[in-house]
């Protein structure tokens, strides 16, 4: 979630926020340390802490701290089950610090760094006092003894081919969820007027697309025609940064886009990559809408098997934690 830019903005239009961090968290908890949520003065909110009376209890005390013009940062441990009567079995300890336009400065220094990629801070919170950051260099640790955050980490990168009826349907199904997403169609006329705030539309040609594209972007090809899918769908496959290449349509689709691949010289190793039909097997629906959400679905799946399967071997096995209490 985007954190120090949404807090310059939260601090420009309403003259103060908070912000809510989950700064650790054990055994079985709704969210993982790290996760932050902002509340404005009025007790609206961007982003979550995992819901609950967890949650409900953390905005009480920020839009308190807001009232108060509290200065200092306010810690909270809590065990889940005794403390607050969740059944999650956890344990979380949040940190609660509140901003005004005094802070302007350190604030637009983090949001300039945060537009600018992945970043993370050495962090001091000492007691009855204010939460301390230094923005740390690139590859740099914070000093023994203190503790380190990390934001502006980029979210998995969809790169979509087709603004037809699926096309349409499944960028408003992306919205809400937790990729960056860009649109390409050629055609004039063919986006609609209103873009949810991850997407980015662009009606350069693909071959340009997919020179762009971040390391790890799945390709999904869905556009009005199959000459163009299979000319997409072989760059896509072709293309090093791209970790996965889906194609909409049905196995007889995929069996003809095979051999004319194969024709074409494409590696069978590659084709075999190949994901087509899309989806999450047993949706048998065909309106847009339907077919958006498995494909989304399936998204979700491939997203956190790559992000598993990238820490595995640095953290080791990840401890389970639920998604609610």
Same mark, same amino acid.
């Given at each position: 979630?985007? !954190? +120090?830019?949404? $807090?310059?903005? @939260?601090? &420009? ?24 949520? *902002? !509340? ?8 979550? $802490? ?5 949650? +409900?209890?953390?905005? %009480? /005390?920020?839009?308190? @701290? ?5 200065? %200092? ?5 809590? !065990? ?22 005094? =802070?302007?400065? &350190? ?16 962090? =001091? ?9 230094? $923005?740390? #260099? ?7 003894? @203190? ?35 860009? +649109? ?53 496959? @072709?293309?090093?940064? !791209?970790?996965?290449?889906?194609? *909409?349509?049905?196995?007889? #689709? ?16 590659? *084709? ?13 629906? #065909?309106?847009?809408?339907? *077919?958006?959400?498995? $494909? %989304? ?5 491939? %997203?956190?098997?790559?992000? #598993? ?11 389970? /934690?639920?998604?609610?209490?």
């Amino acid at each position: 979630m985007e !954190v +120090w830019p949404r $807090i310059e903005a @939260m601090v &420009e239009a309403h003259g103060a926020c908070a912000l809510v961090s989950v700064v650790s968290a054990v055994g079985s908890t709704p969210r993982e340390a790290g996760t932050c949520m *902002i !509340v404005r003065p009025d007790g609206a909110f961007h982003g979550t $802490i995992g819901g609950g009376a967890l949650e +409900w209890q953390a905005l %009480a /005390r920020a839009q308190a @701290m807001l009232a108060r013009a509290e200065r %200092a940062t306010m810690l909270v441990d809590q !065990v889940l089950g005794p403390d607050l009567g969740q059944c999650c079995g956890g344990r979380v300890a949040l940190a609660i610090e509140t901003f005004d336009r005094r =802070d302007r400065t &350190e604030i637009a220094a983090l949001a300039a760094a945060e537009r600018a990629g992945p970043f993370g801070t050495a962090i =001091d919170r000492p007691a009855g006092g204010r939460t301390v950051r230094r $923005i740390l #260099k690139p590859g740099a640790a914070p000093a023994a003894g @203190m503790a380190g955050e990390r934001f502006g980490e980029r979210p998995p990168s969809i790169l979509l081919f087709g603004a037809g009826h699926v096309g349409r349907a499944l960028v408003l199904a992306l919205a809400p969820l937790p990729f960056r997403v860009v +649109w390409c169609d050629s055609r004039p006329g063919a986006f609609p007027a209103a873009i949810p705030a991850n997407v980015t539309t662009t009606a350069a040609s693909a071959d340009a697309v997919l020179a762009a594209a971040p390391a790890g972007a799945e390709v999904l090809v869905m556009t009005h025609s199959h000459a163009l899918d299979l000319d997409i769908v072989e760059a896509a496959l @072709m293309c090093a940064p !791209v970790a996965g290449v889906g194609l *909409i349509g049905s196995a007889t #689709k995929r069996a003809r886009f095979a051999r004319q691949l194969a024709g074409r010289g494409v590696p069978a190793s590659r *084709i075999a990559a190949l994901r087509c039909p899309l989806g999450l097997p047993g949706i048998g629906g #065909k309106e847009p809408p339907v *077919i958006a959400a498995a $494909i %989304a679905a399936e998204c979700l799946l491939i %997203a956190e098997a790559r992000t #598993k399967a990238a820490v595995a071997p640095v953290r080791g096995r990840r401890p389970t /934690r639920s998604r609610s209490s």
